[in-house]
């Protein structure tokens, strides 16, 4: 029985251990003006590699704007013409 309660303690101190927040200020969020650069792919080829190099606010811009893009051509109802 003692056993039993000794691992359950250990179990729930573990799991509030997992779940205790870091020191860090995550409510600040990453600097938008850091310049990142990444290794983009080029469509066709498996190692044609180009470097782009934008602050985290253009790389956020482009991928909503990307996001943007899907959603218009995803909702964009396409009108066929009628056969005879």
Request: charged residues 25%.
């Amino acid at each position: 029985m003692t056993r039993v309660v000794f691992l359950a303690s250990l179990l729930i101190s573990t799991a509030a251990v997992a779940q205790a927040p870091s020191n860090t200020d995550s409510s600040a969020g990453p600097d938008p003006n850091q310049r990142v650069c990444r290794n983009l792919g080029e469509t066709g080829s498996r190692l044609a590699r180009t470097r782009v190099c934008l602050t985290r606010a253009q790389w956020e811009e482009r991928r909503r704007e990307a996001r943007q893009n899907v959603e218009r051509a995803q909702t964009t109802r396409v009108e066929r013409p009628s056969g005879p």
